[in-house]
Antibody
Framework: QITLKESGPTLVKPTQTLTLTCTFS??????????VGWIRQPPGKALEWLAL???????RYSPSLKSRLTITKDTSKNQVVLTMTNMDPVDTATYYC??????????????WGQGTLVTVSS | QSVLTQPPSVSAAPGQKVTISCSGS????????VSWYQQLPGTAPKLLIY???KRPSGIPDRFSGSKSGTSATLGITGLQTGDEADYYC???????????FGTGTKVTVL
């Protein structure tokens, strides 16, 4: 059974750096074709893709946020960490992590965490 | 900010059918598989369709997906009150080298 859970601060101040941790179970991030991604959703708005890290440490970022994002993995701890610098109130959102499985050209996110709401306010 | 375009809302009576379109481009839908997600109020997105038209275990066959060119479509037949939710399409964009989602569609059961 695959599960993921996001953790981190619920409130950050403008200009601060946000660090979110995704702790997962039921799969290994050292298995070929496996990745973990981050997606966010501002209140009442659409999903926005942020970043993705694969089993081989290949990393991909949203072009519009690339300068502010860093994604890393700790395979031994079954964790993926996302950092976002220079937080602004517009970054207020629910942040989700999701498992991504790839095989023969097919990739999809079948398992998502419950999400964590991060509010940016002074 | 969304790269994929969906209608803001669709509605129909219980038992009827709705379709949701997802319009993209040659760099995303045109070259990659499409997934569809259902998001019930206050919950995380749930995978409904992957690889354009495949359903994960446990998803009823009332939900179907298709793709043609740079557009994809989600169909829901036998509409139920429990289907009231937001629906999102998603895929990979080769030009952006990033994932992309649709603008989202709210389904209302009249």
């Amino acid at each position: 059974q695959i599960t993921l859970k996001e953790s981190g601060p619920t409130l950050v101040k403008p200009t601060q750096t946000l660090t979110l941790t995704c702790t997962f179970s039921g799969f290994s991030l050292s298995t070929s074709g496996v990745g973990v991604g981050w997606i966010r959703q501002p209140p009442g708005k659409a999903l926005e893709w942020l970043a993705l890290i694969y089993w081989d440490d290949d990393k991909r970022y949203s072009p519009s946020l690339k300068s502010r994002l860093t994604i890393t993995k700790d395979t031994s701890k079954n964790q993926v960490v996302l950092t976002m610098t220079n937080m602004d109130p517009v970054d207020t959102a629910t942040y989700y992590c999701a498992h991504r499985g790839c095989s023969g050209g097919s990739c999809y996110s079948g398992y998502w965490g419950q999400g964590t709401l991060v509010t940016v306010s002074s | 900010q969304s790269v994929l375009t969906q209608p803001p809302s669709v509605s129909a009576a219980p038992g009827q059918k709705v379709t949701i379109s997802c319009s993209g481009s040659t760099s995303n839908i045109g070259k990659n598989y499409v997934s569809w997600y259902q998001q019930l109020p206050g919950t995380a997105p749930k995978l409904l369709i992957y690889d354009n038209n495949k359903r994960p275990s446990g998803i009823p066959d009332r939900f179907s997906g298709s793709k043609s060119g740079t557009s994809a479509t989600l169909g829901i037949t036998g509409l139920q009150t429990g289907d009231e939710a937001d629906y999102y399409c998603g895929t990979w964009d080769n030009s952006l080298s990033a994932g992309v989602f649709g603008t989202g569609t709210k389904v209302t059961v009249l």
